[in-house]
């Protein structure tokens, strides 16, 4: 797909886009034949992905292979040329740098969920409904996500500055390789909190362990996170179908269910 093609081709999607959104609606669409979609997902959309592939399969036929991690991790694999077909991001920049190089189709993007930052200690009433204990300095070890990979290690490195605590707790920072990994050491003992997806602690019929704090939504950007159809998946009816079924109700209330906003 060159840039030359690109107004023709998004046309031409918005209309495919917007009849398989309406055969969604009605419960009509039926594929003719049964497609494999590979799925690149934002690590913290992880566990409701694998309940919304559950569903989308059962209704489409389609299979999804979902691979997850950092986003920016997955930008530099898609401009390498890696084959996925579908990208959940946990940001809105990365699909629309993508989209502007040519390797995601613009049209095709739209914001399926909206995360929410918490600060999160294993450790029940260890991190209090305020979050005064990032001030009170009462631990080793604070993990976060990469801030120049992964959207919420960006977002919590916003909620230090404006707490002004940003070079105080440099030196206790552990950063992990996505939201995943930071959750990782926090729930394993290597660092006594850490700031970390509200979904990772919201699966439902799951009661969350430990202590929390909600991080109110001032304090950083907005986590938007946006979908994208990108150049390898151009053609795929199911993948088409994926992004389709990402606006349903079925879909929503799996993200809700997570702490998503959508």
Known sequence: MTAL???RFSICFMGIFSRLLVCWAGLCFVPAHAGVVQVAVAANFAAPMARIAE???AASGHTLKLSSGATGKFHAQIVAGAPFEVLLAADTRTPQ???ETGHAVAASRFTYATGRLVLWSATPGFVDPQGAVLAAGGFAHLAIANPKTAPYGAAALQVLRARG???VLAPKLVTGESVAQAYQFVATGNAQLGFVALSQLSAPGRPALGSM???PVELHEP???DAALLRAGASSQAALALLAYLRSDAARTII???GYET
């Open 223 to 225: 986590i938007r996170q």
């Open 5 to 7: 093609a690109t107004p």
């Open 165 to 167: 605590l940003a070079e």
């Open 55 to 57: 569903a989308f399969q």
């Open 97 to 99: 740098q993508l989209a």
């Open 256 to 258: 809700r269910a997570y």
């Open 213 to 215: 704090w909600r991080v």
